[in-house]
């Protein structure tokens, strides 16, 4: 399976920044084939990246959505309005559980929402315990355990934190090993926390990783093309 390279702009980039980084990066990325990308811009950008990005192996991704399936929640984007613009959406990222106050049985609604239409969740998990909670809470996780993509991404490991502590290819794998054993079965697992050109192939090389959640390295369309490159050096 070819590893998955997710680019989580976060709050950066206006639409004609995005479609900039677009026109700078694509004919490299489309390039290089034995890696996979997706490309999670802020939600003004969706239409305008799913629509250049129509028909190209890139593929396009939100960074979060809505709990609830539609109605009075001010705000809101839900799973059905993501449909047909994205392939994928990162849920449960720490940011959003640190200053949004995201809780466990939330995210498990996202799941459901994002399953039902057909839109793949890109699963973020900042430790073990927290995967515990998960799971105690609710079931979808492992229902769709084949659906989701996991990512084992330690808050102290992301790039600008406090607390700054990257982890070792080595530990992050044994860690994203660990999802898999609470889950019961294999699930597909990347890392995120500061991954860079420097390391990337390291990340790809572990044997329980399939792939990695880049934040700051994904922003300029240089760095992040020589980050996908350097990938595609580690698949053998
Ligand atoms: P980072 O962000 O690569 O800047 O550490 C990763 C993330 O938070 O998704």
Redesign the pocket.
């Known amino acids: 399976m070819e590893p998955l390279i997710?680019a989580?702009w976060?709050e950066n980039k206006t639409i004609q920044d995005s479609v900039v980084w677009v026109n700078q990066t694509r004919a490299d990325l489309e390039k290089t084939d034995q890696v996979e990308v997706v490309v999670c811009p802020s939600f003004t950008s969706l239409p305008s990246l799913a629509t250049l990005l129509q028909g190209s192996p890139v593929k396009v991704g939100a960074q979060t959505v809505s709990d609830q399936t539609e109605g009075a929640f001010t705000g809101e984007v839900s799973a059905k309005m993501l449909k047909g613009l994205v392939t994928h959406c990162?849920i449960g990222?720490?940011?959003r559980r640190r200053h949004y106050g995201e809780r466990e049985e939330q995210v498990g609604k996202k799941v459901e929402n994002l399953v039902n239409e057909g839109i793949i969740p890109i699963l973020?998990i900042s430790d073990l315990e927290q995967l515990d909670n998960y799971l105690a809470s609710n079931q979808s996780f492992k229902e769709h355990s084949e659906k989701i993509v996991f990512?084992y991404?330690p808050?102290s490991?992301?790039?600008?934190?406090g607390d700054f502590h990257?982890e070792s290819p080595e530990e992050a794998s044994k860690n994203a090993g660990l999802i898999s054993e609470k889950i019961g079965q294999k699930v597909m697992t990347l890392y995120?926390?500061?991954?860079?050109e420097a390391d990337v192939d390291l990340f790809l090389k572990q044997e329980f990783l399939q792939g990695?959640?880049?934040?700051?390295?994904?922003l300029e369309p240089a760095e992040f093309v020589a980050l996908v490159k350097k990938a595609s050096t580690a698949v053998i």
Do not use: D
């Not at 490991?157 to 934190?161: D, R, W």
């Not at 990695?212 to 994904?218: D, F, N, P």
């Open positions: 997710v989580n976060k990162i990222h720490s940011e973020c990512v991404e808050p490991a992301i790039s600008g934190g990257p995120g926390g500061s991954v860079s990695v959640l880049v934040g700051k390295a994904s």
